[in-house]
């Protein structure tokens, strides 16, 4: 999970604070503009998401049981495990 703070403060400066995790996930970002603020917001949920939203939006809804049957279809049967 991601957590975007903006503080923007008395002087106007604007800094841009990604935690990932609770962790940091680098040093604040410091904008020089509320528009470049943005871009650099928009980059980091992009980055998160691997896509942007147009990509998203072309894509059809994943089927998650015909991924699982194809990885299991590549491993070797182990008579070990319960069916």
């Known amino acids: ?3 975007i703070t903006i503080t923007v403060d008395d002087d106007g400066q604007i800094t841009v ?3 990932e ?3 940091s996930a ?5 904008c020089s503009s509320v528009d470049e603020c943005k871009q650099y917001v928009a980059s980091v949920l ?3 998401a691997g896509e942007t939203p147009k990509e998203q939006m072309t894509e059809g809804p994943e089927d998650y049981s015909a991924m699982w049957k194809e ?3 590549k491993r070797p049967e182990n008579p070990n ?3």
């Open 26 to 30: 680098g040093e604040p970002y410091k």
């Open 1 to 3: 999970m991601q957590q």
């Open 71 to 73: 990885e299991a279809a």
């Open 21 to 23: 995790d609770g962790q």
């Open 46 to 48: 992009d980055e998160e």
């Open 17 to 19: 604070d990604v935690q």
């Open 81 to 83: 495990m319960m069916r």
